[in-house]
């Protein structure tokens, strides 16, 4: 047990509705969990096969509804009011080992919140996973973030939830537009330990974080691919097994894609308000 962060666990898309989201996301040929409460909040996963959740470490995509804000954690009622991604929420092994940590460092935290969730299953039987969160106070990060100790992983990567039509196998890139990549880059190389590698920052497992100034990442997304040019979460990054696969399955559910020097993507309008990049991965690594 440590007090480091070893991954972006995964990628916090505020919606309207969960349940509508989700199916949004099956279009795409995504997988999505059947809809789950917390206090005050709903939300469907798309979940990803390729990580070391041995470690407590998954990779998926949560679409996330505000229910009731009278209800809902601090400072969620807050945090949810645009519409998109809001919030990359990262996996640790010792969520009170990291909490001191953060504390002493001069952010302002929440406690450790030990929650849980059922999820019924197609064929009627329930899991419930298990999980403890600690929900930063908003303004102190470029991005928010907030981070999770899984108790039950495994039910991430379960076939049923992470056998996809398209052939995805993870989320691997967050592309975020900043007004300063350097120093936005200073927080998260102080509070997440992380290592930065030129656009790049970078945790011990998952996927990286991109930093980019709107004219960097305007000359990487086209400007028809994201909701706007405000700072922000703009897009990830999915690999697939098979990119011509991928391509074939959402173009035959009638979704427009752009092409890409690399691979495809789809635009946030058709995606939750988070473009998606896809590229083609022949052999994960784990």
Not at 178 to 189: F, K, L, N, S, T
Not at 271 to 282: D, N
Request: proline fraction near 8%.
């Amino acid at each position: 047990m440590t007090d480091k962060i070893l991954a972006i666990d995964h990628l916090m898309i505020h919606v309207a509705d969960s349940e509508q989201a989700g199916t949004v996301f099956e279009r795409l040929g995504f997988v999505a969990t059947p809809k789950s409460d917390l206090p005050g909040l709903s939300n469907r996963l798309i979940c990803f096969c390729d990580t070391p959740y041995e470690r407590g470490v998954c990779n998926y995509i949560e679409l996330m509804a505000l229910e009731d804000p009278a209800i809902a954690p601090p400072p969620m009622p807050r945090l949810l009011k645009e519409y998109g991604p809001v919030s990359t929420v990262l996996s640790v092994d010792d969520a009170h080992a990291v909490h001191a940590r953060l504390i002493a460092e001069g952010m302002k935290i929440g406690p450790v919140l030990d929650l849980q969730r059922d999820w019924t299953l197609p064929d009627g039987s329930v899991v419930t996973p298990a999980f403890s969160v600690a929900i930063p106070e908003l303004g102190q990060a470029p991005v928010y973030w907030n981070y999770c100790l899984h108790k039950t992983a495994q039910h991430y990567i379960r076939l049923e939830f992470t056998e996809h039509p398209n052939t995805a196998l993870s989320f691997d890139e967050v592309y975020v537009a900043v007004e300063d990549p350097d120093a936005a880059a200073a927080h998260y190389i102080e509070h997440w330990l992380a290592q930065r590698e030129s656009d790049r920052l970078l945790l011990p497992e998952g996927p990286a974080l991109r930093l980019m100034s709107r004219d960097k990442i305007g000359a990487i997304l086209p400007a028809e691919l994201v909701a706007n040019d405000s700072p922000g979460i703009k897009a990830m990054g999915v690999r697939v097994a098979d990119l011509t696969k991928a391509q074939a399955v959402i173009t035959e559910a009638g979704v427009t894609t752009i092409p890409l020097e690399n691979g495809f993507a789809v635009k946030a309008s058709d995606a939750a308000g988070c473009a998606l990049l896809f590229e083609e991965r022949h052999e994960p690594d784990r």
